[in-house]
């Protein structure tokens, strides 16, 4: 992982993400990166795709990976 931040990959197509990523970045600052999994899965090709489809999934320093409400919580542990 190139960023020493944790990022934060959502689904850039779902509606109801889009409302609640918004949300999240303005609590995290600057303190947690956001992408859309369309923009950045071929970067981590040790995910499955369709990990990237079911739920948010949060690339921590050091390669620890969380998906759904526990890579929510964990973002929004770094506000």
């Known amino acids: ?15 109801f993400c889009r409302v609640w990523i918004a949300r999240w970045q303005r609590m995290t600052g600057d303190h947690v990166e956001y992408a859309t999994y369309q923009a950045v899965a071929a970067q981590f090709p040790s995910i499955p795709l369709q ?9 921590e320093p050091g390669d620890r990976l969380s ?3 526990e890579a929510v919580f964990r973002a929004l542990a770094y506000a």
């Open 1 to 15: 992982m190139a960023s020493r931040k944790p990022l934060l990959v959502w689904d850039g197509d779902c509606g």
């Open 67 to 69: 998906q759904g409400a």
């Open 51 to 59: 990990r990237f489809r079911r739920s948010v999934q949060l690339i």
